[in-house]
């Protein structure tokens, strides 16, 4: 199992930037990908973006593609999702998630940050 910590949330105004880590700990050597998901009040979550940990292949969704930017340090077992650009329709939780080898769907969870964007 992988336990995962994110941080950086916070309140920020339309056009500002945060910075999201995600620290993951425990078996991370049996993880094969990591995301990050967001779930805005009211709706399901949605997958952000994503990082294939062999390859370094991103997946960003169009929602925020060229305003955000999804990073590994692997040597501090850090995950990062750089947002620019930030609107008050990315207002929600964010979570970090990992994904086990073999396994069709991501099996591991933090436990969430709040972004919220006045406009």
């Known amino acids: 199992q992988v336990q995962l910590v994110e941080s950086g949330g916070g309140l920020v105004q339309a056009g500002d930037s945060l910075r999201l880590s995600c620290a993951a700990s425990?078996?991370?050597?049996?993880?094969?990908?990591m995301a990050w998901f967001r779930q805005a009040p009211g709706k399901g979550r949605e997958l952000v973006a994503s990082?294939?940990?062999?390859?370094?292949?991103?997946y960003l969704s169009d929602s925020v593609k060229g305003r955000f930017t999804i990073s590994r340090d692997s040597d501090k077992n850090t995950l990062y999702l750089q947002m620019n650009s930030l609107k008050p329709e990315d207002t929600a939780v964010y979570y970090c998630?990992?994904?086990?080898?073999?396994?069709?769907?991501?099996?591991?969870w933090g436990q969430g940050t709040q972004v919220t964007v006045s406009s």
């Open positions: 425990g078996r991370t050597i049996s993880s094969d990908a």
């Open positions: 990082i294939n940990l062999s390859s370094g292949i991103t």
């Open positions: 998630a990992a994904r086990s080898r073999l396994r069709a769907s991501y099996n591991s």
